[in-house]
């Protein structure tokens, strides 16, 4: 969740002030970059954050992060919000040639040194989106990683909501209704986040391809459908992860209340600095953590923007030489079921963005940004099972669109992006294809395991972990 602050007890209304004056200097500053064209990019660059789990020998949530991450030392491999997750940082990559090999290889090793370390500690990583075998007794203060940002965060949201406690409730086939003490249920929302440099040309092309594209990267990653034992969504990790932050922020375009974790009010008109500029205007500032750099770094802007959680969120990052560039980080993916299926969805998303973002009628201008909301959240409900409306007009059954007429074009745009044809090969014909042609993601897996085996969830995390192992895509996975 981003940069450690200096305390953790709650902030003043002078901090408030002064983050906000800093705020607001950086916010002209950006302006006047955006106006002057002052971002560089020298070609589109990608890398991955990919969170994941750490569970004990009986399959259970394993509070040994710390001692994990600090005992590990890897530089790329850092805590999470609760002392049973961990987060691995790719490397930055240039998206061309064999660059889904090279993340996959680096992201093996990065696993193969986790496993190491958990094999002798008699622990386990694993990727799933929400933990099967997490239990509500679990997620109290206790197991909140010792980090003061999560602290401060927690203080900070529940103060905002008048000491109003976070509160779960959806349903599925089962439905849930419970109080937490604290935010870290969310936890319970395992990720895969995909970031995308881009052009200030492109920029805001970019970003409404990957608002219309969020429904279908949830379609074929879904990988949460049970939440303390209940059968709820096929990415319940969605409607967990808005419930645990939920803070009413602004008033929409169309009356809606806009929250903390949000798709969004609609499409960017014209460039990134909208958002920004809702950022400053709309969003209470959540860590007031006043540092002395200079303007150009961009420090506070950073902090905040780290605290709204768009499932698309604009960055501002630099480049070795100093100068700004911008990016694009997708949040929409679940974590899992493997490696090498997260690496498959990161190349997925690349191609279907770039398709998007290259029409030559741009598909925001077909499609209501209020029908992508609603794809967003039948699609987090059901995966492939679902009919939602796409830029030609139509309403398509999903497996459908994304096989017949999204699958073809993706590829293709990775290879006019100069993607090497074995990784096309490899990750797309082998691995996306066969999935969608059978339906099959993490949440449709751990489904017909229940439903065959019944609520044995030690029983399915361990056939899970030992498919993980394997680092078998999870179309290939036996019951």
């Given amino acids: 969740m ?37 971002f560089k990019h020298t070609g ?11 569970v004990d ?37 240039e998206l061309e040639g064999k660059v889904f090999s090279k993340l996959r290889q680096e992201l093996k090793s990065l696993w193969g040194d986790c496993a190491s370390w958990t ?7 694993v990727l799933m989106g929400t933990l099967a075998t997490l239990r509500d007794n679990m997620l109290d203060l206790e197991n909140m990683s010792p980090q003061n940002r999560y602290f ?123 958002l920004f500029e809702q950022n400053f205007d709309h969003y209470p500032v959540l860590l007031p953590e006043v540092s002395e750099t200079d303007p150009k770094e961009m420090t506070h802007i950073k902090m905040h923007n780290g605290t709204i959680w768009r499932w698309n969120r604009p960055i501002i990052g630099e480049n070795k030489d ?12 679940s974590a899992g079921p493997t490696i090498v299926d997260s690496v498959a969805n990161t190349a997925f998303f690349l191609g279907l963005v770039d398709y998007l973002a290259n029409l030559e009628i741009p598909p925001e201008s077909c499609i209501d940004f209020q029908e992508v909301q609603e794809n967003f959240y039948k699609a987090s409900r059901q995966s492939y099972y679902c009919k939602v409306k796409w830029i030609d007009g139509k309403m398509w059954d999903m497996q459908d669109l994304l096989l017949n007429e999204v699958y073809p074009q993706v590829k293709n745009a990775l290879i006019k992006r100069g993607i090497h044809k074995d990784d096309i090969i490899e990750y797309m014909d082998e691995i996306i294809y066969p999935r969608l042609k059978k339906g099959i993601n993490g949440a449709r897996w751990q489904k017909a395991f229940v439903h065959m085996h019944g609520k044995k969830f030690q029983q399915l995390m361990e056939t899970y972990l030992e498919n993980q192992k394997k680092d078998l895509p999870v179309h290939l996975w036996s019951l």
């Fill in 119 to 125: 094999e002798n500690n008699e622990a386990a990583p």
């Fill in 322 to 333: 100093g100068s700004p560039h911008l990016r694009i980080e997708h949040r929409a993916p």
């Fill in 44 to 54: 589109a660059m990608t890398g991955i954050e990919l969170e994941a789990w750490l």
């Fill in 57 to 93: 020998q009986d399959m259970m949530p394993n509070p040994c992060g710390a001692e994990f991450i600090k005992e590990l030392g890897i530089e790329q491999i850092v805590p999470e919000i609760s002392k049973f997750n961990f987060e691995i940082n790719s490397s930055p990559y």
């Fill in 152 to 274: 401060a965060i927690n203080d900070q949201i529940i103060k905002m909501r008048g000491g109003k406690r976070p509160n779960i409730a959806f349903e599925g086939k089962d439905e849930v209704k419970l109080e937490f003490e604290s935010v870290l249920v969310e936890c319970a929302a395992t990720s895969l986040q995909v970031h995308l440099s881009v052009s200030q040309d492109e920029a805001a092309r970019y970003y409404n391809a990957s608002l219309i594209a969020s429904p279908l990267m949830i379609a074929i990653s879904a990988n949460s459908p049970y939440f303390f034992g209940r059968e709820l969504w096929d990415e319940s990790r969605i409607a967990v992860f808005e419930q645990a932050v939920a803070m009413d922020c602004f008033v929409g375009n169309r009356g809606n209340l806009i929250q903390r974790v949000t798709l969004g009010d609609d499409f960017v008109k014209g460039c990134l600095m909208e």
């Fill in 2 to 38: 981003g940069t450690e602050i200096s305390k953790k007890e709650t902030y003043s209304e002078e901090d408030e002030l002064a983050f906000k004056n800093k705020l607001k200097e950086e916010t002209d500053l950006l302006r006047k970059w955006f106006k002057e064209r002052s």
